[in-house]
């Protein structure tokens, strides 16, 4: 069991709706921060460990900077991505640029910022040399394909589209010390929001024994692995979360047999996860506004796919808990949905809820938990749908707009009206 608690009471909730109507997003920064710590913790037993945040999972620079505060770094894969990271203060090494079907300015932006360029393909080498220039130190992708089974999300390593094959890789550490690079560094990332270790474990195992084959046929020690995201949360009240110390001494186990009988020791230990660093600790706070009873019983958000689509997207799982009912019985069953035109936009599908009472200002509180990472960042304005705000409870019990909601102002702004109106 996992306690999917929400941080502040009703009362609590209540007050902030006041000056912030919902729909939005809550961050909790105390616990945003206490994680971060306890892995830090856990994989401090790695003589050189360092934790990328993937950005895409929560692009806020408020976010970036309270990771940043406590020693990640950052994950970025597009030219804004870049720019949030460079907002944050990472910059350097502590940026890794691990994209697919780079344009040439994203590159020059990376290597502008210091950042570490982890190449997904063979041909970039000499896309890279031609526009922009080999940087001393630089990563290259690795696809197992079938030496590793896929899950559900990512799917199977053999269709996906990234890395390079195990020759490619060789080849290509080859060629970009030929072509002056320096240091050198591996990366894969084979799994999304995958809560078994021994599949994480097991991935590390494959990158050492990867990094010890390199050794022996190039003569190149990298520097660091990277064993990208991936490892997931529990989303479902009855899943485990991940024990830090489990997974950080699984993969320490399989650098002790592999990484120091090469001689590879001290070899950098990189991650790049997005979920488990911020999913558990943001929400997405909605309120009733409508109940429908037809064939199904059905209760109408302020909110909708637009704001968080993973549950219409893939079917993902969202608990839901109302504020001030988190111990009544769950005597209904509903459909808790959105506005969007699109059937699938529901954040939970025959659910058991307590009885939720719906209103524009006098509604229930409905609390979507496990929304901070790929909840808000995967949003879209489809329909007109405006997407909402974000806040951010500091430890202090202060809240701060990080991201206001956007206006139709917003919707509008890549529209010359101007031009309508000459014709
Ligand atoms: C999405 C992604 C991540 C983060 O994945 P999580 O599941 O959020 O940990 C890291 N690296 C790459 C390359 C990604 O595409």
Same mark, same amino acid.
């Given at each position: 069991?996992?306690?999917?608690?929400?941080?502040? *009471?009703?009362?609590?909730?209540?007050?902030?709706?006041?000056?912030?109507? *919902?729909?939005?997003?809550?961050?909790?920064?105390?616990?945003? =921060?206490?994680?971060?710590?306890?892995?830090?913790?856990?994989?401090?037993?790695?003589?050189?460990?360092?934790?990328?945040?993937?950005?895409?999972?929560?692009?806020?620079?408020?976010?970036?900077?309270?990771?940043?505060?406590?020693?990640?770094?950052?994950?970025?894969? #597009?030219?804004?991505?870049?720019?949030?990271?460079?907002?944050?203060?990472?910059?350097?090494?502590?940026?890794?640029?691990? !994209?697919?079907?780079?344009? %040439? =300015?994203?590159?020059?932006?990376?290597?502008?910022?210091?950042?570490?360029?982890?190449?997904?393909?063979?041909?970039?080498?000499?896309?890279?040399?031609?526009?922009?220039?080999?940087?001393?130190?630089? #990563?290259?992708?690795?696809?197992?394909?079938?030496?590793?089974?896929?899950?559900?999300?990512?799917?199977?390593?053999?269709?996906?589209?990234?890395?390079?094959?195990?020759?490619?890789?060789?080849?290509?550490?080859?060629?970009?010390?030929?072509?002056?690079?320096?240091?050198?560094?591996?990366?894969?990332?084979?799994? !999304?929001?995958?809560?078994?270790?021994?599949?994480?474990?097991?991935?590390?195992?494959?990158?050492?024994?990867?990094?010890?084959?390199?050794?022996?046929?190039?003569?190149?020690?990298?520097?660091?692995?990277?064993?990208?995201? $991936?490892?997931?949360?529990?989303?479902?009240?009855?899943?485990?979360?991940?024990?830090?110390?489990?997974?950080? *001494?699984?993969?320490?186990?399989?650098?002790?047999?592999?990484?120091?009988?090469?001689?590879?020791?001290?070899?950098?230990?990189?991650?790049?996860?997005?979920?488990?660093?911020?999913?558990?600790?943001?929400?997405?706070?909605?309120?009733?506004?409508?109940?429908?009873?037809?064939?199904?019983?059905?209760?109408?958000?302020?909110?909708?796919?637009?704001?968080?689509? =993973?549950?219409?997207?893939? $079917?993902?799982?969202?608990?839901?808990?109302?504020?001030?009912?988190?111990?009544?019985?769950?005597?209904?069953?509903?459909? %808790?949905?959105? #506005?969007?035109?699109?059937?699938?936009?529901?954040?939970?599908?025959?659910?058991?809820?307590?009885?939720?009472?719906?209103?524009?200002?006098?509604?229930?509180?409905?609390?979507?938990?496990?929304?901070?990472?790929?909840?808000?960042?995967?949003?879209?304005?489809?329909?007109?749908?405006? =997407?909402? $705000?974000?806040?951010?409870?500091?430890?202090?019990? !202060?809240? *701060?707009?990080?991201?206001?909601?956007?206006?139709?102002?917003?919707?509008?702004?890549?529209?010359?009206? !101007?031009?309508?109106?000459?014709?």
């Amino acid at each position: 069991m996992n306690n999917k608690v929400f941080p502040l *009471t009703k009362a609590q909730l209540e007050a902030v709706v006041d000056r912030y109507p *919902t729909p939005f997003y809550l961050y909790d920064e105390a616990a945003i =921060r206490r994680n971060a710590r306890a892995i830090l913790k856990a994989f401090s037993i790695f003589p050189a460990f360092k934790e990328h945040f993937a950005v895409k999972a929560l692009p806020n620079p408020f976010i970036l900077k309270i990771l940043a505060d406590e020693g990640f770094g950052a994950d970025c894969a #597009s030219y804004p991505e870049l720019l949030l990271a460079d907002m944050a203060g990472i910059g350097g090494e502590l940026m890794m640029f691990t !994209s697919n079907e780079t344009p %040439v =300015r994203e590159y020059q932006k990376a290597l502008e910022l210091g950042a570490v360029i982890n190449l997904d393909d063979s041909t970039h080498i000499d896309f890279l040399e031609k526009n922009a220039r080999i940087p001393e130190l630089i #990563s290259c992708r690795y696809n197992p394909g079938p030496l590793k089974g896929g899950n559900a999300i990512i799917g199977k390593p053999e269709e996906a589209k990234y890395g390079f094959t195990r020759e490619q890789l060789i080849q290509g550490f080859v060629l970009l010390r030929d072509k002056g690079a320096k240091r050198f560094a591996l990366h894969t990332m084979v799994a !999304s929001n995958e809560l078994n270790p021994e599949y994480h474990i097991e991935t590390a195992r494959i990158l050492f024994e990867l990094a010890v084959e390199i050794l022996a046929k190039t003569g190149i020690p990298l520097e660091f692995v990277n064993l990208g995201g $991936g490892v997931g949360i529990p989303y479902q009240p009855d899943q485990q979360p991940i024990d830090y110390d489990y997974l950080a *001494t699984g993969i320490k186990k399989a650098y002790d047999e592999i990484i120091l009988p090469a001689g590879l020791d001290p070899l950098g230990i990189h991650t790049e996860w997005g979920r488990i660093i911020t999913g558990p600790y943001g929400w997405l706070v909605t309120r009733a506004i409508h109940t429908k009873r037809i064939y199904r019983e059905y209760i109408g958000l302020d909110a909708c796919m637009a704001d968080l689509m =993973r549950p219409g997207l893939y $079917g993902a799982y969202h608990h839901i808990t109302i504020a001030g009912k988190e111990a009544a019985p769950p005597t209904e069953t509903y459909d %808790v949905v959105g #506005s969007l035109c699109e059937n699938n936009d529901k954040f939970a599908v025959q659910r058991n809820l307590p009885k939720i009472q719906a209103g524009e200002t006098d509604g229930d509180f409905v609390i979507i938990h496990d929304a901070g990472a790929h909840g808000r960042a995967m949003g879209f304005n489809y329909n007109g749908k405006l =997407r909402c $705000g974000e806040l951010l409870l500091s430890p202090d019990g !202060s809240f *701060t707009m990080i991201r206001r909601p956007e206006t139709v102002d917003d919707y509008f702004a890549t529209l010359d009206l !101007s031009r309508l109106r000459r014709e």
